[in-house]
């Protein structure tokens, strides 16, 4: 089993109110335990997880309808047409009703793509996969290519975050920092960070100097990196 686990917090202002609401968990995994699907589970903080299944056949479709990035139809649509209407995706679909959970979801789509968790089997299918995914996430650095098409996903380099634990969590809470988690038949190469497409402006939550701090390198990283 391999599983791809993108998290945020979601900061978005209550309806009515200038001010952001409390930080509030969201996690959205795609799990490749078949040769033949993919598993999905959203998961919102003191929420039921929301499951769905996408065909690994149904992939390159699946990919063309989120390149049409309509989001407001997939939350509200009865009935989607293709994969996004099919093995309980619309309601996954249904969850992105936030500009922080609508680029989780791209994020998740763009990561996955990356790592060719997506892939069809070869001989020795787990293995050669497993083999490419591990690889592929160790190399998850700078700017990462779109396959959604829009904005672009940055890799924060591992040597930049080492021995800033508190600092990493303060930017996560805040919508600065994306994490995505590796597993592979129970093996965890640790995790990696990432900046959304778009970040909020400010902070929602007391930070630290250091944070600011690490922000502010995190940033000149960015700016500094070939697109």
Not at 181 to 195: A, D, H, N
Request: proline share 8%; aromatic share 10%; no cysteine.
């Amino acid at each position: 089993m391999i599983t791809v686990a993108l998290m945020t917090f979601d900061v978005t202002a209550s309806p009515g109110r200038q001010a952001p609401r409390a930080p509030v968990q969201k996690s959205f995994k795609m799990v490749r335990n078949d040769e033949d699907h993919l598993a999905l589970l959203w998961e919102v903080q003191n929420e039921q997880p929301v499951e769905g299944t996408l065909g690994i056949v149904d992939w390159e479709e699946f990919l063309d309808q989120v390149r049409k990035r309509e989001p407001h139809r997939w939350t509200t649509d009865e009935q989607l047409p293709g994969p996004m209407g099919e093995g309980g995706l619309p309601n996954i679909m249904r969850q992105l009703t936030t500009t922080p959970a609508y680029q989780l979801f791209l994020a998740a789509v763009d990561v996955v793509a990356r790592l060719g968790l997506q892939h069809v089997g070869r001989p020795e299918p787990r293995h050669f996969l497993e083999y490419y995914v591990i690889r592929a996430f160790g190399a998850l650095d700078g700017f990462i290519p779109t396959v959604v098409e829009g904005g672009r996903l940055f890799f924060v380099p591992d040597e930049v975050l080492t021995d800033k634990t508190e600092a990493v969590t303060e930017l996560l809470q805040n919508g600065k920092l994306g994490s995505v988690t590796l597993t592979v038949e129970g093996e965890v190469p640790g995790p990696k960070y990432y900046i959304p497409y778009a970040v909020p402006g400010g902070f929602a939550t007391a930070v630290t100097p250091a944070t600011r701090r690490l922000w502010d390198t995190i940033r000149k990283q960015y700016h500094a990196q070939p697109y």
